[in-house]
């Protein structure tokens, strides 16, 4: 299995998004550096607009987590309800 | 259930088809293929371009929804750094070095990117794809812009910012390595283009420039770099992630693509390995506050990341490049051999090199033990000792360059750490000389287009790089010295960093900030 990664600049807009995906995950493991958070997961990871929004109290399109993205690693999917990173093999 | 107040009318996949797919046309009046005449050349063969899809579905009007917040909170905090003295921040003004090589050699191939991605979004004949090239051309010119306008804040204070895309970019002998990768690449077609820049430059090795220097500008106090180079930074997750789509769209296309794409894949990760050889001395040298080594990170984003993309590409015959086996040997010499190279010709460099102390020798070490105190260590010494006696080692003259990659001939035998490479070729009843067998591979695969490059050393021995006027039979004539002031780079900029005006600056600037004389 390899592994997958997302990464995200560290600040009040991704507190909330780290936190949901780390529970949505319980395979996913956290690495803090500076200014930036990666979250690292064996063979998949999977972020859910609900989680995200059940912690922010509003509404969450899935596309806002471009602008605090930094980079990822895995094939890419998705859609209104989540993103999804896999590798295939 | 309440109503949401902003639900979409269309589901995202819904809507990047009508804004993609929905926006193409059949042309009647001319042939596709003369419209698209770039398409074929390359030999690679596409039977349906609909198979192509951005993963992320981004459509024009999401893009400029989240571009423009980027660009807000990017110049709300330049506004803050220059009306907070911002510059006074970082660690050490030594670190500006590292800014000064990225300014120079790495805004200006942003700006080539956006033209590159221009380029192929005209002339490939699938929609998806043009879209998506369309959003990266446009990405890259603001990459080119924004970082012009972060690290603006810095020419005022300091040298060495003054003429990096206006005039450094085409004539400095260092920064032909980064201009000459995305010649070749621009000169290429459209497809082989993605590979270089999209796949190889943006997948593969884009993860060991942008987050190491990121994260080591938020670890040095620079807060200009770290938020241009986050907000642009926000944009490479997509641009990746179109390289990736890119190389798989080719590869299950067609089974004839494989050896095309595979050739490429080896070129591109060869030419990318070696423009990063300037990253490695950034990380191993010029932080003052270090995050980790040039060899922990390429264990990280290339040894495990690349090591997990190819073990996906394998389904489709793709190989790990030869030159990984060289670049395992490489990652443990890389950065020392190169600095040492730097530290020796700054008297002809638009930033300032300096010997590491004994503390940052102490680090080395122990990031290297195989290597630093058996081979590079001692000669740090000795340029210490001579630097001790007022009598700092500069080289004369500049150094013959590769004809491919145009680093000058530094590195070493795979087997010899202590044997300069040379490698030569016959082309025409000339000889060509390379650095490695990587670069000499990819020299003997197409002579043609490689005899043409400009190298900056020869040219400048050849007398082509000077200002106009210039007598070179004058009395006590230095090319050199002529050179550099073809460069725009004045004596102040060059050198090394101990008795530089950056250094004095600094000290006084920073002096001033804390105390009331
Ligand atoms: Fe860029
Ligand atoms: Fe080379």
Same mark, same amino acid.
């Given at each position: ?8 600049q560290?600040?009040?807009?991704t507190?909330?998004?780290?936190e %949901? !995906?780390?529970a949505d995950?319980p395979?996913a493991v ?8 990666? *979250?690292?997961?064996? /063979? ?6 609900? %989680? !995200? ?12 987590l471009?602008?605090n993205? *930094?980079?990822?690693? /895995?094939?890419?999917?998705?859609d ?8 295939k093999? | ?13 819904e809507?990047y088809?009508?804004?993609t ?7 009647t ?25 951005d ?15 980027k ?8 506004d803050?750094?220059?009306?907070n ?14 800014v000064?090589l990225?300014?120079?050699g ?8 956006h ?6 979004g ?11 090239c369309?959003?990266?051309s ?5 990459h080119a812009?924004?970082?012009i ?12 910012f003054h ?21 070749d ?11 270089a820049i999209?796949?190889?430059f ?13 994260s ?6 620079d ?7 986050f907000?642009?930074?926000s ?30 894949i ?12 300037l ?10 506050k270090?995050?980790?080594?040039w060899?922990e ?5 290339f040894?495990q ?16 490049p ?10 443990e ?16 460099m ?5 010997l590491?102390d004994a503390?940052e ?6 990031k290297?033990?195989?290597?630093f ?9 000795e ?17 013959m360059?590769c ?8 590195f ?17 009843g000339?000889?060509?000389?390379t650095?490695?067998?990587g ?6 695969d197409?002579?043609e287009?490689y ?7 020869y ?7 000077w ?20 460069c725009?780079?004045d ?16 000290a006084?600037?920073r ?7």
């Open positions: 299995m390899s592994t997958v990664f997302i990464a995200f560290t600040n009040e807009d507190r909330p998004i780290v %949901s !995906i780390l995950n395979h956290l690495d803090e550096q500076p200014a930036m958070v990666k *979250i690292n997961a064996e /063979g998949s990871l999977v972020i859910k607009r609900e %989680s !995200i929004e059940e912690r922010i109290g509003r509404d969450f399109d899935l596309q806002e471009q602008v993205l *930094i980079t990822l690693s /895995g094939y890419l999917d998705e209104d309800d989540q993103l999804t990173l896999a590798w093999n | 259930m309440d109503m949401k107040a902003n639900k979409k009318k269309l589901g995202l996949k809507k088809a009508h804004m797919r929905g926006l193409d046309w059949e042309t009046y001319q042939p596709k293929d003369k419209v698209f005449p770039q398409a074929t050349f390359e030999g690679i063969k596409v039977h349906d371009w609909d198979k192509w899809e993963p992320f579905r981004l459509t024009m009007d999401a893009y400029w929804k989240y571009q423009a917040e660009e807000r909170k990017l110049y709300a905090v330049l803050a750094f220059a009306q003295n911002g510059h006074l921040g970082i660690t050490d003004a030594r670190y500006l070095s590292a000064k990225f300014l120079t790495i805004s200006p191939l942003e700006y080539m990117a033209r590159g991605f221009a380029a192929a005209r002339n490939f004949p699938g929609v998806g794809p043009r879209v998506a369309l959003m990266q446009i990405d890259e010119v603001r812009q924004t970082q306008h972060a690290l603006s804040n810095y020419n005022k204070f300091y040298e060495g003429a990096g895309a206006s005039h450094q970019i085409e004539r400095l002998w260092y920064l032909s390595v980064p201009k000459s990768f995305f010649d690449a621009f000169s290429a077609g459209p497809f082989e283009w993605m590979i999209g796949f190889s943006e997948y593969v090795l884009t993860n060991l420039l942008f987050v190491p220097f990121m080591g500008a938020a670890y040095n106090g807060m200009a770099t770290v938020t241009f180079g907000s642009a930074q944009d490479e997750a997509r641009h990746m992630t179109l390289g990736l789509e890119c190389i798989k769209f080719m590869l299950e296309q067609d089974p004839d693509n494989l050896p095309i794409v595979q050739k490429w080896d070129k591109w990760a060869w030419r990318g390995i070696r423009v990063l050889s990253v490695s001395t950034m990380m191993d040298y010029m932080l003052p270090r995050v980790m080594s060899k990170a390429w264990e990280i984003y040894e990341n690349g090591g997990a993309l190819f073990n996906d590409l394998a389904k489709y015959g793709i190989k790990v030869d030159c990984i086996a060289q670049c395992t040997v490489d990652k010499h890389q950065s020392h051999q190169l600095w040492l190279t730097l530290c020796t010709h700054s008297h002809a638009g930033l300032h090199t300096w590491p503390e020798m102490d680090w080395l070490s122990a290297y033990p195989n290597t105190d058996k081979y590079y260590r001692p000669r740090f010494d340029l210490r000792e001579r630097a001790d006696k007022g009598e700092r080692f500069f080289a004369n003259t500049l150094p360059l004809q491919v990659c145009q680093i000058p001939m530094l070493t035998e795979p087997d010899d750490p202590t044997k300069i490479c040379y490698r030569e070729s016959e082309f025409q000339e000889k060509y000389h650095c490695s067998d670069c000499k591979h990819i020299f003997d197409e002579p287009k005899i043409q490059a400009w190298l900056p050393v040219q400048l021995y050849q007398g082509n790089c200002p106009e006027g210039t007598d070179p039979t004058a009395e006590g004539f230095n090319p050199v010295a002529k050179y550099l002031e073809w725009h780079i004596a102040k900029d060059t050198g090394d960093y101990e008795g530089s005006s950056d250094q004095a600056n600094f006084a600037w002096g001033a900030a804390t105390q009331n004389t």
